[in-house]
């Protein structure tokens, strides 16, 4: 972090802070909605350089992200609705997260992965719907 900002500990930065975690709630939810519609696929897959998909279909070379609102700037319920002393301080790391986002996502489809990124929003509001964007994506290129 190179700005001179400095971060005012509070409780709900406190774990909100920590890194990205792996097999958070809506990532496993949708690969069990995806497994239910017969695909396989193996998680945590490094696609490029730099930069590895929550899962991916090996066989249609798929990479699905699944993006949580909050970290990686969802415009219904990204930073820009975060309040508190930090408010700043996190739009600035969210917009560092949504251009790697943007990096990755090139990066991958440049290595012949076709990219799938999905809210965890999408997969609370309808899982189905969201497992259903990863299988458009398979007859896409299938
Ligand atoms: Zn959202």
């Given at each position: 972090m190179?700005?001179?900002?400095?971060?005012?500990?509070?409780?709900?930065?406190?774990?909100?802070?920590?890194?990205r975690v792996r097999d958070t709630q809506p990532e496993v939810t949708l690969r069990s909605a995806v497994h239910r519609c017969g695909l396989r696929f193996r998680v945590h897959r490094t696609v490029a350089s730099r930069t590895t998909a929550d899962f991916v279909l090996p066989r249609y070379r798929i990479a699905v992200f699944v993006d949580g609102c909050f970290w990686h700037g969802c415009p219904d319920h990204g930073a820009?609705?975060?309040r508190g002393p930090n408010a700043a301080l996190w739009k600035e790391k969210i917009a560092t997260n949504v251009a790697r986002d943007e990096r990755n996502t090139m990066a991958a489809g440049a290595a012949g992965w076709t990219v799938v990124r999905i809210w965890e929003c999408e997969i609370r509001a309808n899982v189905d719907a969201a497992a259903h964007r990863v299988l458009d994506a398979v007859?896409?290129?299938?």
């Open positions: 190179s700005s001179d900002r400095q971060w005012i500990s509070t409780r709900e930065g406190a774990h909100l802070r920590a890194r820009r609705h975060f007859s896409r290129v299938a």
